[in-house]
């Protein structure tokens, strides 16, 4: 996509998110012009977290069930801890990342994320990163397991932590633009 001001972004969470995880990316992909859709399982504000400590909250744009992978240029997935494991035993949840998946479209997990990806079975034989608390998880499952701060496998852009979002921004925008994400 050359054009990144026609790109669409769906990101996909809910309560317990890791704030930094959504804003900051968020953020950036509205400064670029690409439009964002955030979805969760319900239409309420979700709750943010900066780390232990409840933050921000947002009103979601749709529900996960209202939206449709065919319909954006790539997945974001925000971290914190609760956000996605709720998510990721929900079934519609789980159902649209493979969506994305099987479409061959970008998608992008940050922290505690990846375990989203686990349970859509989409990382056996991929190279990805995480939390640490997850990287057994991750090999588990059969993912080659690094410590970097943005790690790209195909489709797959993952990042460890916080501190990796500028890097994690980067290479989101960088796939939007053509790229491959590094």
């Known amino acids: 996509m050359a054009d990144i001001t026609q ?4 990101i996909m969470a809910t309560d317990g998110f890791e704030q ?10 509205m400064d670029a012009g690409v439009t964002v859709t955030l979805a969760s399982p319900g239409s309420d504000p979700i709750q943010g977290m900066q780390h232990d400590t409840p933050g ?10 209202q ?7 790539l997945l974001l997935l925000p971290g914190g801890v609760a956000n996605p494991d709720t998510l990721r035993m929900r079934p519609e949840a789980v159902a649209l990342v493979q969506a994305f998946a099987s479409a061959g479209k970008p998608i992008a997990a940050i922290c505690h ?14 190279r990805m990163t995480s939390w640490p608390s997850l990287r057994t998880d991750l090999a588990n499952a059969g993912a080659e397991v690094v410590d970097e701060e943005v790690v790209i496998d195909g489709q797959f852009i ?20 053509g790229g491959q994400g590094a």
Do not use: C, H, N
Request: a negative charge.
């Open 7 to 10: 790109a669409r972004v769906l």
């Open 20 to 29: 930094s995880e959504l804003f900051r990316p968020r953020e950036a992909l």
């Open 56 to 65: 921000q909250t947002i009103t979601p744009d749709a529900t996960i069930e």
């Open 67 to 73: 939206v449709d992978a065919q319909d954006y240029d």
């Open 113 to 126: 994320a990846p375990w989203l990806l686990i349970e859509a079975g989409l990382v056996d034989g991929k």
């Open 158 to 177: 993952t990042s460890r932590m916080p501190d990796d979002i500028p890097a994690f921004s980067e290479a989101v925008l960088d796939r939007l633009r």
